[in-house]
């Protein structure tokens, strides 16, 4: 839902700034390294110190990035594999610092052994769900499902949640419990999501392997028919 609309919206709004990178000679790539080291610095830096309010904050200023670098791309006329390739990658990287931080809380000051386990849930079903499409797709699959908790979904409900959770430290009481609930909601949608790529994959996989035994099956037919009238044809001929 997130990629659907909200993705539009920002990129229209973004459009400007990306115009004026360009201006300054600034090229994609180096938008989306400096994006992603200002997200691993901010999730890596504030959050396992517990600054989840400011840790957001840098993060969210950095984490449109991903937005800029494509935008860029776009304008320019400049999109290619090797962009394509570097930005899912680093998307990877930036994923794994903003759940890797809440591990480190979680592990140290948090000191909640459940909640560490549900943020390594959340790292790597993260993971795996986004490989799972990338696996699909390299098998010549559409993997035609929007999951329940996609990329956009997992870091719009952690970040949010983190930075109100920050202002704990502020005096807002009881507000720190929305991470551990947020980590549970991403965890179960991952999972959730995972199971539908999976469940996709399968059923794609198993029409395309029926086509080709039917394309397989038609061409032996024609094959025959072929020899079957090149038979007749000698016989006639004899």
């Known amino acids: ?27 994609p790539d180096t938008v989306t390294l400096i994006g992603t080291a200002g997200v691993v610095a901010g999730a890596l830096v504030f959050y396992p110190m517990g600054e989840f309010f400011w840790g957001t904050v840098v993060i969210t200023l950095f984490v449109f990035s991903d937005l800029v670098d494509g935008n860029m791309a776009r304008q320019l006329g400049r999109s290619s594999r090797w962009g394509a390739f570097l930005d ?8 794994g610092a903003i759940f890797g931080g809440f591990i480190l809380w979680y592990a140290g000051g948090g000191d909640d052994l459940v909640l560490c386990a549900v943020s390594i849930f959340c790292l790597a079903s993260g993971q795996v769900v986004s490989y799972t499409k990338a696996r699909g797709e390299s098998i010549g699959l559409p993997v ?8 956009a979904e997992r870091l719009v409900i952690s970040l949010v949640a983190a930075g109100l959770a920050g202002l704990h430290t502020f005096g807002v009481p009881g507000i720190q419990y929305l991470l551990p609930v947020a980590l549970w909601i ?3 949608g991952s999972l959730v999501t995972l199971i539908q790529r999976v469940v ?9 392997e029926e086509a080709a035994a039917a394309q397989d099956d038609a061409a032996t037919q024609d094959n025959e028919g072929k020899q079957q009238n090149a038979s007749h044809g000698s016989e006639a001929a004899t």
Request: glycine residues 4%; aromatic residues 10%.
């Open 200 to 208: 996709t994959v399968r059923r794609e996989s198993a029409e395309a």
């Open 186 to 188: 991403v965890a179960v």
């Open 88 to 95: 899912s990658t680093l998307d990877r990287v930036a994923d």
């Open 1 to 27: 839902m997130l990629n659907k609309y909200a993705r539009a919206f920002f990129t229209r709004v973004l459009t400007p700034f990306a115009a004026f990178l360009i201006r300054r000679g600034v090229s």
């Open 144 to 151: 035609a499902v929007n999951g329940l908790v996609e990329r």
